[in-house]
């Protein structure tokens, strides 16, 4: 047995300890995963891993990552043989958990940069059935490229069409042998797109119109909406647990315990996928509107919602802002009384949904920084907010009080002055803070809070130029009869 005080890595502790955790190595190769990240490995493959133990899907990954900066990523899951520890903690129910399992679904490691033949010929498996990927937006994006036979292809959708026309060769154009293929960046029809960018580069290597119908006909590119807070490695608590646990695991992985997955597909894929078989809570639909509507809404325009306020007073987390009995009611009552009545959507269901936000904004394990929930606020309230203002006033013939307020508050926010290169703000105690924004955005904002120190504008004038500045919201928010007298009723008060 390992002193331990003196933990051995992963691979060593597996050897020298008889392990329970289930492996799923040995399985055939199903899925092509494009991205090694603490995301995809906090919530899909942790899925599957959860979906072999139970004997439904018999299934292993082949992973790589997307650009040649994840080398390092690659290697040290090679090193350990694709295994890592995956911690998940919170709550859930309103009982604190934590639970760990080591996941064992990689049965190959693959760098594309330096391994590119080795990759496309994953595509000439006959078990493979599914590719997914987490690129990031930025990944997910169409790059005109010249295709030169041989060598390795920086984009993300330009890989995927140099792979898919390797298994369309290989399975001379086979129509069994498409693909099921689940983006899951953050994007509104993820699918849609990659599917697009796929045909863009077809059209672009000129290669065979059968190709391009065997694409469009065979292999279903879905959208999808990837639903968990995946926190990766702990720094701060990693030697103790390591200690505790009696092995090192430099992958070492944490993730909450809510997990939710919408794709827009036929229930009957779930034959092929078995999520929900497995009790994991994921939905197959018709529509995933409804479910990007409401965390947009709801959780992210929460996050939005308490961020400038939570700055402003002094909080620095969402789990500060939680605790605290009266800003913690104060969200409630919004999301109840405002935000939930502005949707269209059955109101039980979007009130279980907020509930299950509220608890996951008190996981005691999630440091969220507002600060982080701030960069670019202007744009983040137009998608998040403003929604629910219009909606409400269309509905009420008047406004939602509590979102005008946290209005206020994003202009009290960008009171701002610059300082050398920064642009720095003042809570309401005087401490300072920073603001990280479009240059363009900060310069204008920076420049009404000068004229209104000099007496240049009064503070009407001040918010009407902000409520009517079309780069920031597209259209002319004093036409929201009462909205500008009702921000600077709150405003007055914040200065």
Known sequence: MNNIHSPSNLLQYKRENVITEYSGQDYPVKVLQ?????????????MIHEC?????????????????????????????????TLLIRGLQNGEKIEHKEIISVFSRVLNPYEEWQAFLEIA?????????????????????????????IASFPGKLTAFLYKRYTHFNGDQTKGL????????????DLLKQYVLQHSKDWRLPSDFMDWVERDNLFLNSLVDRIVTGYPKKESESLFVEWGYKDLLLNTAEPYHFWAIEGDPELDQKLPLKKSGLNIEWVQDLTPY????VRILNGSHTFIAPLGILYGIDTVGEWMCQVETHRFLRETVEQEIIPSLEFDRKEMMNYAENVFERFMNPFVQH???????????????????TIEAFYEKNHGLPDNVVRAFAALIRFYQIEKVKQNYVGKRFNGEPYFVQEHEQTLSFICE??????????????????????????GKDLNQ?????????NHLKEMI
């Open 369 to 387: 920084r507002l600060e982080d929930i701030s960069l670019n606020s202007i744009s983040k309230f137009k998608v998040r907010l403003l929604p």
């Open 52 to 84: 072999n133990k139970q004997g439904n899907f018999q299934g292993s990954i082949v992973v790589t990552q997307p650009r040649s900066s994840g080398k390092a990523m690659i290697e040290k899951l090679a090193q350990q043989d694709g295994l890592y």
């Open 180 to 191: 099921v293929i689940l983006p899951c960046e953050l994007l509104d029809r993820n699918g």
């Open 448 to 473: 009404q809070w000068s004229l209104y120190k000099k007496k240049e504008l009064s503070l009407q004038n001040l918010i009407e130029q902000f409520l009517g500045n079309q780069l920031f919201w």
């Open 292 to 295: 990007q509507v409401r965390k």
């Open 124 to 152: 000439c498996s006959p078990t493979l059935e599914f590719i997914v990927s987490n690129t990031t937006e930025a990944g997910l994006s169409y790059q005109a490229y010249t295709w030169k036979e041989g060598e390795p």
């Open 480 to 488: 929201i009869e009462g909205l500008s007298s009702s921000i600077y």
């Open 34 to 46: 494009i991205g090694e990240g603490n995301f995809l490995r906090g919530f899909f493959d942790w």
